[in-house]
């Protein structure tokens, strides 16, 4: 019941920026979390960060004073500013969100993931 799209992804040189977009759309009553999760090559997917409604962010500690997450509780979006960027942040990176849906007698509390953007980091 929850779509989430991320845009923004890309080739970019080591040192430079990107910024990354998530919408959230679809039936649910609420979203409590949303945030960006990244998986490289043979490697298990990660936390990058997480956002919740009352503003509050959780960053992995390398990824702390370079990667910036905001969110827009009213358009259900979240971005990623990401500064000075390394090639180990090469991944596909994930938007996340843990939404309330109801599945017609219950509410349940789910998460949700977008299909993953591909970040290129050239050194």
């Keep these: ?10 080739l970019v040189q080591a040192g430079g920026s990107l910024r990354l977009s998530c919408v ?15 998986q490289a090559p043979g490697n298990q997917r990660e936390l990058v960060a997480v956002i919740t409604n009352d503003g509050s962010a959780n960053y992995a500690d390398s ?34 969100a843990d939404a ?3 599945t017609g007698d219950d509410y349940l509390n789910n998460n949700y993931w977008g299909q993953g953007t591909q970040i290129t980091v050239s050194s």
Aim: positive net charge; proline residues 2%; aromatic residues 14%.
């Design 24 to 38: 959230a759309s679809g039936s649910f009553f609420t979203i409590s979390a949303m945030g960006w999760y990244r």
């Design 63 to 96: 990824l702390k004073g370079r990667f910036t997450i905001l969110r827009d509780n009213a358009k259900n979006t979240v971005d990623l500013q990401m500064t000075s960027l390394k090639p180990e942040d090469t991944a596909v990176y994930y938007c996340y």
């Design 1 to 10: 019941q929850v779509q989430l799209v991320e845009s923004g992804g890309g």
């Design 100 to 102: 309330t849906v109801y």
